[in-house]
């Protein structure tokens, strides 16, 4: 199954960093995001795009977890050469992780 299937995501971005949320639609599904969706198993399914540390934040109470990926967007949008370099769409990349 893909994460889209029971997660949706939100993204931002401040310099080389991206800053993704997942948060389960349904409070009972949040359990097994936390046990599939850890900072070692983002860090690897963004392997090419993300290089530097991935932290990931628990926040159970609202169904949701918080990535922040360093090192994430080419040195940023004013430095990066990619024609979308924004933590925006990655959001979408994290969505099609399979658990």
């Known amino acids: 199954m893909k994460l889209r299937?029971?997660?949706?995501s939100r993204a931002g971005d401040k310099g080389d960093i991206s800053n993704l949320s997942l948060i389960a639609y349904r409070q009972e599904d949040y359990a097994l995001l936390e046990h599939a969706v850890t900072a070692e198993r983002v860090r690897r399914h963004f392997a090419g795009?993300?290089?530097?540390?991935?932290t990931r934040y628990l926040l159970p109470q609202l169904g949701a977890m918080n990535f922040v990926m360093q090192r994430a967007l080419g040195g940023g949008v004013t430095r990066s050469l990619a024609l979308d370099a924004h933590g925006k769409s990655l959001?979408?990349?994290?969505?099609d992780m399979d658990i």
């Open 5 to 8: 299937d029971i997660a949706h």
């Open 49 to 54: 795009i993300v290089h530097g540390e991935v």
């Open 91 to 95: 959001s979408s990349v994290l969505l």
